[in-house]
């Protein structure tokens, strides 16, 4: 009678497991699609920081319109001079007083109150798009200035 | 028997790397998102600051109805304007700087007569002025100069008031304490203010207006006249001044502007000017 003798095996198999396979391609996914919104994210800091810019802008040259003489207002468009468009690429300001209408509606002034309209637009181009911000206010005779 | 003898640790160094890789992407996405949203919450605080003026601006043209710039994205509503100070209140001015002066009619300003017609006819009247808790060096001293008219014609009276027992010796200024002091004014319930004078106005003209400094300060305190006696209009002061409010409205952000206005103010040279009826030689 012959019994089966054990059988000593040596485990000496090279390779990867179904289960690490998985486990890198999830991992080499989730890479890719993280780095891959990464430049996107940096994109959007960039803006943030173009937009700053615009807005320092154009509050500046708002205050520059108040402390002017409401006579002084000579409606027409006129190009913003400050050294900071050059931080904007492409970057381009214009500063438009419209004197008030009382037929405009809605009317600013309806009464032919002593009134001007002031549009301050700051443009530039982000990854080939036009991006501008544009404020209104108005300025009166005898007024805040 | 299996010899099983598996080494390696290339799954904890991918887990470490991943964490590493997950958090620093993470950060920066956040650092977007938050640099983004920010930037427009601040654009749309821009616009609704400036609609905000632009209410302010109608306002004082006598217009309170809304504005609307749908181009720009901002609009803006005022309240009616409140004029103040009511009966028998105190009227707070907005902080005072060192070479600002606080104006207050005591005299009908309205009135059409040369002088103008009496309005305060009190014999006293408090005045009550600094921030609580300044160092010692920032306490303001007070300077008030009352313009009254009599027989002589227009004559002003001066009154000093300093709580700094240092500078009492060299300025002569009258001395006071300032234990703080909790009033209702024009600005609203619970005003606190530092220091407080009663000024004696017995025995002069017809008051007209009360001119108050602030010295020794770098700093702006708020300043306020308050009547005496409630008596009614005798124990009031006119009404003189305007607070109009503009409300600015840019996407989800607010502004609000309030402006404090007073008519027919003096001009600031007014008490440093010199009067003669004939001409001054030097």
Redesign the interface.
Known sequence: MQFSQ?V????DQRGVSLA?LL??IV?VV??VL??G??P???N??G???Q??VA?EI??RE?ENKRSVTYINLTPGETQINDSRLGFLPGGEGKTIISDCDPLES?A????G???KQI?VIVSWKTAGKDTA????????????N | ??????KGQ??LI?LL??TV??GV?LT??Q???T??S???K??QS??AF??A??G???A????I?S???P??G?SASINPPVFLPELNQALEYPPVGKEEIAHFWLADPGSAANPPAAYYTQNSIDIYWGTPNLSVSDQAAIEVNVVHYGMSGYLTKKYFFDPDDLRNDQNGFTQITCPNYTISTSFGPNRSFSCKATLDLSGIGTLMVARVRLLYTGVSQSVALQPLGGCGSSCSLPRQAKVYTSIGTSGETQRTIQ?FTLDKVVPFYFDYAIFSAGPIEK
Do not use: H, W, Y
């Not at chain 1, 911000?133 to 805040?144: F, H, N």
């Not at chain 2, 004082?60 to 217009?63: N, R, S, V, Y």
């Open positions: 054990p000593l095996l040596k485990s690490e486990l890198v991992a989730f890479l993280l780095l919104s990464i996107g994210s940096v959007l800091i803006r943030s920081r937009q700053s807005r154009i509050a708002i809605p600013i002034c309806p009464n109150e002593s009134i549009t911000v544009k404020v209104q206010t108005l300025i009166s005779e005898g007024g805040l | 028997m299996e010899n099983m003898k598996e290339i799954i991918l790397v991943m890789a997950l992407g920066i996405v650092r977007s998102l640099d983004i920010t930037s427009t601040v654009e821009s616009r400036s609609a003026e632009a302010i601006e109608k004082l043209q006598g217009d109805s504005v609307n710039f181009d720009a901002s402006l």
